[in-house]
């Protein structure tokens, strides 16, 4: 089993609004991300936790807050987003084996609109 | 910096016309090219993952190969639900840990 589960599908927030993504694996797997995705353009990266620690932030606004409660969740907390954040955002996962991080398996991603 | 080309931008293909896509890449020591499916809207499918040069994977329609400079997807016969875009990703290992370093896709459709 391959499957990293996100939710919601869609979402629609205002300008002022707190929302968040939520993530889900059960594979084991001890590496978690967040990636953003343009149309027509490929991921990119956001957030790197592994073993529940965040071990890569590329200079995301602090608008966007990451949390690891545990080894198979991720969340992405959303807080005063600008139009520009409309996005794909996507999650995900990949073991990590002696200092190796292997295959990263994606999510279906939660397709953002800000208004 | 790492770096990942794909080329074409986009092919159109009869059902049936057997063709390549291209990523080239420049990668400081590579650790893994991985060939992704995307359909609209949805989050990138893995297909392959290639470790080092001379190494092939097959998956029904799709061969991939890999190169010390370049990995080819090879569709052979493609079908019309092969259409969409398809993504090369590297990770090279002067990189951090878990970075993917993504080309620009190819957006493939396959007509009847």
């Known amino acids: 089993d391959t499957e990293v589960t996100q939710t919601p599908k869609h979402l629609v927030m205002g300008m002022t609004n707190k929302k968040s993504l939520k993530c889900e694996q059960h594979m084991g797997h001890r590496a978690m991300y967040w990636y953003k995705q343009k149309a027509k353009k490929p991921p990119e990266l956001m957030f790197v936790?592994?073993?529940?620690?965040?071990?890569i932030n590329e200079s995301v606004p602090s608008r966007f807050s990451p949390e690891c409660p545990n080894s198979s969740l991720l969340n992405l907390h959303l807080h005063a987003l600008q139009p520009e954040d409309s996005a794909l955002y996507l999650c995900?996962?990949?073991?990590?084996?002696?200092?190796?991080?292997?295959?990263?398996?994606f999510g279906p991603g939660t397709r953002l609109l800000v208004l | 910096e790492d770096q990942v080309t794909q080329s074409p931008e986009a092919l159109r293909l009869q059902e049936g016309e057997s063709s390549s896509l291209n990523c080239s890449y420049t990668?400081?020591?590579?650790?893994?090219l991985f060939w992704y499916r995307q359909d609209p809207g949805k989050g990138p499918e893995f297909l392959f993952t290639?470790?080092?040069a001379g190494e092939e994977k097959e998956k029904e329609r799709l061969k991939a190969t890999l190169t010390k400079k370049e990995s080819f997807l090879h569709i052979t016969a493609p079908k019309p639900e092969d259409s969409a875009t398809y993504l090369c990703?590297?990770?090279?290992?002067?990189?951090?840990?878990?970075?993917?370093?993504f080309g620009r896709g190819t957006q493939l459709t396959v007509w009847p």
């Open positions: 990668v400081s020591g590579l650790r893994g």
């Open positions: 995900a996962s990949s073991q990590e084996t002696s200092g190796n991080r292997e295959t990263q398996y």
């Open positions: 290639l470790y080092s």
């Open positions: 990703a590297v990770e090279g290992r002067g990189s951090t840990l878990g970075r993917l370093y």
């Open positions: 936790y592994s073993y529940e620690k965040l071990s």
